[in-house]
């Protein structure tokens, strides 16, 4: 599968955006799908997961109660609503998919990535 984020932009703190992951091929669905990200200087970190049907969610504990990670099958997209943004989420953000539905949080769990997108907030 290939994966393609977009959405990404500039936004001044307290402000919202919406992630979009296209991918391609007919398997989407048959795929747990994950968002990271990675700051500058700093490692891969996990933002959200989600399994192939979206009826479970997971979230890192800094994006809890403010980021919603969604998918929708029929158009082989993924989305990161991101609302309350803080300075600290600025970051790039990458869209991955794997089979595991175990170990969401780590890098190595994820068998495809994207190409990220980049995410500056302004304080």
């Known amino acids: 599968v290939q994966l393609q984020a977009s959405g990404g932009g500039l936004v001044q703190a307290g402000g919202s955006l919406r992630l979009s992951c296209a991918a391609s091929g007919r398997t989407f669905s048959t795929y747990t799908m994950g968002w990271f990200r990675q700051a500058p200087g700093k490692e891969r970190e996990f933002v959200a997961a989600?399994?192939?049907?979206?009826?479970?969610?997971y979230y890192a504990d800094s994006v809890k109660g403010r980021f919603t990670i969604s998918r929708d099958n029929a158009k082989n997209t993924l989305y990161l609503q991101m609302n309350s943004l803080k300075p600290e989420d600025t970051a790039v953000y990458y869209c991955?998919?794997?089979?595991?539905?175990?170990?969401?949080?780590?890098?190595?769990?994820?068998?495809?990535w994207g190409p990220g997108t980049l995410v500056t907030v302004s304080s």
């Open positions: 989600i399994d192939w049907i979206g009826s479970s969610t």
């Open positions: 991955a998919a794997g089979r595991r539905g175990s170990s969401l949080e780590y890098p190595t769990t994820y068998d495809y």
